[in-house]
Each structure stands twice: as C-alpha cells, then as structure tokens.
C-alpha cells in the first residue's frame, strides 16, 4: 500500500503562488510516476499535470502550461506543484496519485493511489 499525504493548500489572492507538497510513504516512491489532478465544486476531477519515476517529461493540463510546474525529490520522497499566477478559476482541491509505472498519464483510471487531498482557493 501506499500512502500520500498533501499539503500546502491555503487561501491566495489572484496573481499569487502556492507550492503544494506531496508526502509519499509505504513503497519505493522512485517506481511510481507521479500525478496532480483537481476537483472544483459541481465539476470532475481533473488531469493537472504529471511527472515520470525519474523526473523527466513533466506534461501539464493546457489551463494550467506556463503557470504550474511539477518536480520530484526522490531522496525525500515528495513531489511538488508549484502554482504561479493563480486564477480565481484554480480554486479546487488538490489531489496527488501515484501510479506503478515509469510515465504518468492524464486519466484518473491511470493511477492505483490516491491523497485526501488540500483545498486552494484564490480570490478575484
């Protein structure tokens, strides 16, 4: 089983940034790639972004390409999204899902665990 806990969200104004973290515990973390997806109110859960098992090739949502950058530590075991230029439309929770694999991928069914995630939301 594997476990992941995250954490950084928080409330921001527009134009922001805020670097989510992704605390990954219980297997080799360096044999998953890894993913961020988010789910407003009323909507479905969506790709974010994603990063191999070696860091390479992150691939971003097209909303979120230029703003948003994925990275990995695999000495601690944690990934992390960072968000520059926060749009109101940004507000959702954060969730982070490993899949054992070495690519990641854009669909929910891709990944075989998931955080509980954390709230952002920014302000007009």
């Known amino acids: 089983q594997v476990q992941l806990v995250e954490s950084g969200g928080g409330l921001v104004q527009a134009g922001g940034s805020l670097r989510l973290s992704c605390a990954v515990s219980?297997?080799?973390?360096?044999?998953?790639?890894m993913g961020w997806f988010r789910q407003a109110p009323g909507k479905e859960r969506e790709f974010v972004g994603s990063?191999?098992?070696?860091?390479?090739?992150?691939i971003y949502a097209d909303s979120v390409k230029g703003r948003f950058t994925i990275s990995r530590d695999n000495a601690k075991n944690t990934i992390y999204l960072q968000m520059n230029n926060l749009k109101p439309e940004d507000t959702a929770v954060y969730y982070c899902?490993?899949?054992?694999?070495?690519?990641?991928?854009?669909?929910?069914?891709?990944?075989?665990?998931w955080g509980q995630g954390t709230q952002v939301t920014v302000s007009s």
């Open positions: 899902a490993a899949r054992n694999g070495y690519y990641g991928g854009r669909t929910r069914e891709l990944y075989d665990f």
């Open positions: 990063i191999s098992r070696t860091g390479s090739t992150p």
């Open positions: 219980g297997r080799t973390f360096s044999n998953y790639a």
